[in-house]
């Protein structure tokens, strides 16, 4: 599959150039090949769904609802487009730093 533009995923105006150079083509089966499971994802005692709000449609808005009030789950939302590590780089380290 072709890649998408930057702008389509709502990445901050003055990133997008930088972002589109970097994209490459993605191959289909990343989209139809099923997950393997192996269950082990249930010791994990603390779970985190980072949601970047600055981004629609999305389809992650379904999933975050889903798992907000769950036990373990704590539902993050990031201002920004879909590319969370391109807009707000420190913000999600210091989310992702906070899990270690």
Known sequence: ????PAEGFKVVADKRAWVDRRCVSQALATFET???LTGA???IRER???????WDPSPF???AA????????RV?????????????PLE???ELVNLS
């Open 76 to 88: 993050t939302k990031m201002p920004c487009g879909h590319d969370v590590m391109v807009d707000m």
């Open 66 to 73: 889903k798992v907000t009030g769950l036990p373990g789950w």
């Open 48 to 54: 985190v769904f980072i949601l970047a709000e600055g």
């Open 34 to 36: 099923p997950v393997l």
């Open 1 to 4: 599959m072709a890649p998408q």
């Open 61 to 63: 808005r379904y999933y």
């Open 41 to 43: 994802a249930s010791s």
């Open 92 to 94: 999600l380290a210091r």
